[in-house]
């Protein structure tokens, strides 16, 4: 079945740092891709997505591209500011699956 | 627009007790689809509706069930609560359509049910 691996966090870093966070995926076909954000205390927020190969989604300076020969999605910010502290989850759906599947999630804490 | 709202948002039940939660979809989305979120295991499936229709299921025991009213409103039931029940309980909603495949869910902000 679909799944998703993300790197294991947490990660910790200062204002105005680069982030990265990786993403793999294993799914039959060719499936949508999303970056989701959860703040304490709330839901999940869809930051970006991706429907097709090479498709580069980007959302509040964040960026994450579709890379089919790496099956994979990185997500990337050049400046992280405090207010970037949360929760990241990638996820995917495949055609008439109906559910996304998600990673493990990635704690982020950015320090002033 | 309105987000998708969920009911009640603090849920405190005994062990083999049963639980409804209610989720509201964002105004014209039809289908409806159900998370558990826990520490442990993440982010899991439930099940999904659209126009009153379970169209997939998650792997879930038979005690896990919802429902979708002809509103798009739905419920999830869980009957003969156990410990391991205690999470948060996520509804998202979503726009379908012919063209557009990338299914899109927004989520609501859940019930956190606890078992004790």
């Known amino acids: ?112 | 627009k309105a987000g998708v709202t969920q009911t009640p948002r603090y849920l405190i039940k005994t062990r083999g007790q049963q639980v409804t939660l209610s989720c509201s979809p964002i105004s014209g989305h039809r289908s409806v689809s159900w998370y558990q979120q826990t520490p442990g295991q993440g982010l899991q499936f439930l099940f999904e509706y659209f126009s009153e229709t379970q169209r997939n299921k998650g792997n879930f025991p038979g005690r896990f069930s919802g429902r979708q009213f002809s509103n798009s409103r739905s419920e999830m039931n869980v009957s003969t609560l156990e410990l391991g029940d205690s999470a948060l309980y996520l509804c998202a909603s979503s726009l379908p359509s012919g063209t557009d495949f990338s299914y899109e869910q927004y989520f609501g902000p859940g019930t956190r049910l606890t078992v004790t």
């Open chain 1, 1 to 112: 079945g679909d799944s998703v691996t993300q790197m294991e966090g947490p990660v910790t870093l200062s204002e105005e740092a680069f982030l990265t966070i990786n993403c793999t995926y294993t799914a039959t076909g060719y499936p949508s891709l999303f970056w989701y954000v959860q703040y304490p205390g709330e839901g999940l927020q869809l930051l970006l997505k991706a429907t097709k190969a090479d498709d580069k989604g980007s959302n509040k300076g964040f960026e994450a591209t579709y890379r089919k020969e790496t099956t994979s999605f990185h997500l990337e910010k050049g400046s992280v500011q405090v207010s970037d502290s949360a929760v990241y989850f990638c996820a995917l759906t495949s055609l008439n699956d109906y559910k996304l599947s998600f990673g493990a999630g990635t704690t982020v804490t950015v320090r002033a």
